[in-house]
């Protein structure tokens, strides 16, 4: 277990409609990450928050957004949704270590 | 900004033969390389990491090797096991804590 907790761990939704994933980092840590991954993808960057402020952006959607909140949970809006939306989203958190550490995902399939 | 190249892409081992997988970067500032593991329909799992003041780091059958000058890196399992198979990525960590990852290597142990 590595202590990032994401919701909901599978979603169907149809083309046209806005979901929110919802992500929790390990206890302490100020970084949160999100990250897509389609079929047989690697990880796609989305987008970087620390200590509630954005960070950095990677190859994030203008129909996608997210946010940090001032108790370092995270939250990736989804918008408009299309087929080819559907994905693994996953969340990783770092801050008192070295490294970053992935949430199991939410699978998102878009119909 | 950061570029990382792993090679192969899929790879097939008997059991108990050793599997290398090669990772390359372009930011010399880069100065941590994670490992993760990746099973089926789960989150990536750190399995080894090295600093960039650092050679060679080893953990029971897992070690990892980094050539700075070269800007490479590598993953070497010995004695491989079935539940070795799995996709592995490697990742560098470039200033600003962004991580970027490779595209994956899809390791199947042949029992």
């Known amino acids: 277990d590595s202590g990032v907790t994401q919701t909901p761990k599978h979603l169907i939704t149809a083309t046209g409609q806005r979901v929110t994933l919802r992500c929790s980092p390990r206890?302490?840590?100020?970084?949160v990450y999100w990250y897509q991954q389609s079929l047989d993808q690697g990880l796609q960057f989305l987008i970087h928050?620390?200590?509630?402020?954005?960070?950095a952006k990677g190859n994030i959607l203008e129909r996608f957004s997210a946010q940090q909140f001032p108790d370092l949970h995270s939250e990736l809006n989804l918008s408009s949704l299309e087929l080819g939306d559907s994905a693994l989203y996953f969340c990783?958190?770092?801050?008192?270590?070295?490294?970053?550490?992935f949430g199991e995902g939410s699978w998102l399939t878009v119909v | 900004g950061e570029n990382v190249e792993q090679h192969p892409s899929t790879l097939s081992v008997q059991e108990g033969d050793s599997a290398v997988i090669k990772c390359t970067y372009s930011?010399?500032?880069?100065?941590?390389f994670p490992w993760y593991k990746q099973e089926l329909g789960k989150g990536p799992q750190l399995i080894i990491d090295?600093?960039?003041?650092?050679g060679e780091k080893k953990d029971q059958r897992i070690a990892v090797t980094l050539n700075k000058t070269a800007k490479h890196f590598s993953l070497h399992i010995t004695e491989t096991q079935p539940e070795d198979s799995a996709v592995y990525f490697c990742?560098?960590?470039?200033?600003?804590?962004?991580?970027?990852f490779g595209t994956g290597t899809s390791l199947t142990v042949i029992p």
């Open positions: 990783a958190s770092s801050g008192r270590t070295d490294t970053i550490y």
């Open positions: 206890s302490g840590d100020l970084s």
């Open positions: 928050y620390y200590n509630g402020e954005e960070r």
């Open positions: 930011d010399s500032a880069s100065n941590y």
């Open positions: 090295i600093r960039s003041n650092v």
């Open positions: 990742a560098a960590r470039a200033p600003g804590n962004q991580f970027y």
